[in-house]
């Protein structure tokens, strides 16, 4: 052990020495939004936490009818709906959902089963048209509002009415773009439900505002919890992507739990590593500084390689996508800013890191998930919501650096992350020690998820 362990501190207390990420923001000078520097983390407990969580199967069972059937989720994007009859089809674990919408221009979802011998109206993970819901085995049609319309037959089935045929509804919000669906009809409005997420994510941050570019969707050969984690921290900095440590913090990051639902975590990029025992020159710093590297950018004297680095974005991305960038500080357009919406979605509101993630379970696997990891960019002013691209789909084995027109230095750190997803998932199920050990303070997200995990539990059993 180094000798730099906070021990004379209560637990939680201690942080990294030097600048925090809060103190390098506001060194930038710039003009910040105040949820961007406002900081709110408490010691929860430094207990270890069970590898179960992750590999028992009598857990998962649990976590999936108490966490997913009473948790908000977002399905997709509005605009792969935006005509009446444009379906999507979205599946969690047992359950399948459609959602439609329908004539009067309102998203409904619905139980993806017909009322009659339960054939899915679309097959899961679909998007198209569908101008009424017909079961494709026997016929039985509904309207997209949900009211039986049609049953071949009907002679045969007395006992079959629009009243007691209304096809099952499920709920269906918006936010940030997103639709989002919740399978319990008592669960509270998602606005409430996203705690701090709608005033942070005002205008400059308003993923509604934004539009997707590319959809990667990656197999991940773990636990869900254990996939998104990969991303809750950036302690695995030093050792995973040590590439990057002479352009990118790591351990003076900023951790935050707000409320039930959402955490942060705050990163700078174009600043180096606190590790690092011998400090970078800022002219060696913007050298390395993923999103400027290749343009050979000088650093004045007097200047920082974040306020080099970020006006030349600003003002290279303002003329390429034709969206005005100039209010945005340095940290906004520069590093990594991640909130969690319990249990599986992430928000970055960056400009240079602009990705929201989903992570879910493969049907009722303790031990496989699905990645959903979608970039997105401002859209120009006046200009029409281009229609989102398709997902490219990767197995197992496949490197998100191969996507064809993907950002390779970007997505190589994708699969830094990745590479250790599998030897981690064969560990939990081998340690004897039955348990891992979280640091109080780079690694609260995580022990703030499994803490929601089991209060879910508790709430509903
Ligand atoms: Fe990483």
Same mark, same amino acid.
């Given at each position: 052990? &180094?000798?730099?362990?906070?021990?004379?501190?209560?637990?939680?207390?201690?942080?990294?020495?030097?600048?925090?990420?809060?103190?390098? !923001?506001?060194?930038?000078?710039?003009?910040?939004?105040?949820?961007?520097?406002?900081?709110?983390?408490?010691?929860?407990? &430094?207990?270890?936490?069970?590898?179960?969580?992750?590999? @028992?199967?009598?857990?998962?069972?649990?976590?999936?009818?108490?966490?997913?059937?009473?948790?908000?989720?977002?399905?997709?994007?509005?605009?792969?709906?935006?005509?009446?009859?444009?379906?999507?089809?979205? %599946?969690?674990?047992?359950?399948?959902? !459609?959602?439609?919408?329908?004539?009067?221009?309102?998203?409904?979802?619905?139980?993806?089963?017909?009322?009659?011998?339960?054939?899915?109206?679309?097959?899961?993970? =679909?998007?198209?048209?569908?101008?009424?819901?017909?079961?494709?085995?026997?016929?039985?049609?509904? %309207?997209?509002?949900?009211?039986?319309?049609?049953?071949?037959?009907?002679? &045969?089935?007395?006992?079959?009415?629009?009243?007691?045929?209304?096809?099952?509804?499920?709920?269906?919000?918006?936010?940030?773009?997103?639709?989002?669906?919740?399978?319990?009809?008592?669960?509270?409005?998602?606005?409430?439900?996203?705690?701090?997420?709608?005033?942070?994510?005002?205008?400059?941050?308003? =993923?509604?505002?934004?539009?997707?570019?590319?959809?990667?969707?990656?197999?991940?050969?773990?636990?869900?919890?254990?996939?998104?984690?990969? *991303?809750?921290?950036?302690?695995?900095?030093?050792?995973?992507?040590?590439?990057?440590?002479?352009?990118?913090?790591?351990?003076?990051? /900023?951790?935050?739990?707000?409320?039930?639902?959402?955490?942060?975590?705050?990163?700078? !990029?174009?600043?180096?590593?606190?590790?690092?025992?011998?400090?970078?020159?800022? /002219?060696?710093? !913007?050298?390395?500084?993923?999103?400027?590297?290749?343009?050979?950018?000088?650093?004045?004297?007097?200047?920082?390689?974040?306020?080099?680095?970020?006006?030349?974005?600003?003002?290279?991305?303002?003329?390429?996508?034709? *969206?005005?960038?100039?209010?945005? @500080?340095?940290?906004?357009?520069?590093?990594?800013?991640?909130?969690?919406?319990?249990?599986?979605?992430? *928000?970055?509101?960056?400009?240079?890191?602009?990705?929201?993630?989903?992570?879910?379970?493969?049907?009722?696997?303790?031990?496989?998930?699905?990645?959903?990891?979608?970039?997105?960019?401002?859209?120009?002013?006046?200009?029409?919501?281009?229609?989102?691209?398709?997902?490219?789909?990767?197995?197992?084995?496949?490197?998100?650096? %191969?996507?064809?027109?993907?950002?390779?230095?970007?997505?190589?750190?994708?699969?830094?992350?990745?590479?250790?997803?599998?030897?981690?998932?064969?560990?939990? /199920?081998?340690? /004897?020690?039955?348990?891992?050990?979280?640091?109080?303070?780079?690694?609260?997200?995580?022990?703030?998820?499994?803490?929601?995990?089991?209060?879910?539990?508790?709430?509903?059993?």
């Amino acid at each position: 052990m &180094d000798s730099d362990t906070g021990a004379a501190m209560k637990p939680g207390e201690a942080r990294c020495p030097g600048p925090s990420a809060r103190d390098v !923001i506001l060194a930038d000078g710039c003009v910040v939004p105040d949820a961007l520097v406002t900081q709110s983390y408490t010691f929860r407990t &430094d207990a270890d936490m069970p590898y179960d969580h992750y590999t @028992s199967q009598e857990f998962f069972n649990r976590e999936m009818k108490s966490v997913w059937g009473h948790t908000w989720q977002w399905v997709c994007r509005e605009e792969h709906m935006p005509e009446s009859g444009d379906y999507v089809t979205y %599946d969690i674990g047992p359950w399948s959902v !459609i959602l439609v919408r329908g004539e009067d221009g309102t998203v409904r979802g619905f139980q993806n089963a017909c009322m009659h011998r339960a054939t899915q109206f679309r097959p899961s993970e =679909t998007m198209g048209f569908a101008p009424q819901l017909r079961c494709p085995y026997h016929g039985w049609t509904w %309207d997209l509002d949900g009211e039986l319309k049609e049953v071949p037959c009907a002679w &045969d089935f007395p006992h079959v009415t629009p009243d007691t045929h209304r096809l099952p509804q499920v709920r269906v919000e918006k936010w940030g773009g997103f639709l989002w669906i919740n399978l319990d009809d008592k669960a509270p409005p998602l606005i409430e439900y996203l705690g701090v997420m709608p005033q942070h994510f005002t205008d400059a941050w308003d =993923t509604g505002k934004r539009y997707v570019y590319m959809h990667v969707r990656k197999e991940l050969p773990t636990n869900w919890k254990a996939a998104m984690e990969a *991303f809750l921290e950036a302690y695995h900095v030093l050792e995973t992507h040590n590439q990057n440590l002479p352009a990118s913090g790591d351990a003076n990051a /900023q951790y935050d739990v707000f409320g039930d639902h959402i955490t942060r975590f705050v990163q700078n !990029i174009g600043y180096p590593s606190p590790h690092l025992v011998k400090k970078p020159s800022e /002219q060696e710093i !913007i050298g390395r500084l993923r999103a400027v590297a290749d343009a050979g950018l000088t650093v004045p004297e007097g200047r920082s390689a974040r306020s080099v680095a970020a006006e030349y974005l600003r003002q290279k991305l303002s003329a390429e996508w034709d *969206f005005d960038l100039s209010g945005y @500080s340095d940290a906004e357009i520069l590093d990594s800013i991640n909130y969690n919406v319990f249990p599986n979605a992430n *928000f970055f509101p960056g400009i240079t890191h602009p990705m929201v993630y989903r992570f879910r379970p493969i049907g009722m696997e303790p031990g496989r998930c699905v990645f959903d990891l979608l970039f997105m960019r401002p859209l120009a002013p006046g200009a029409d919501m281009p229609e989102p691209p398709e997902p490219i789909k990767l197995g197992e084995d496949d490197l998100v650096a %191969d996507v064809p027109g993907i950002l390779r230095s970007l997505a190589h750190l994708f699969d830094q992350d990745v590479s250790n997803l599998r030897l981690q998932y064969r560990g939990f /199920q081998a340690s /004897q020690k039955r348990g891992q050990t979280l640091g109080n303070y780079q690694e609260i997200r995580i022990r703030h998820l499994h803490e929601m995990i089991l209060t879910y539990m508790a709430k509903y059993p």
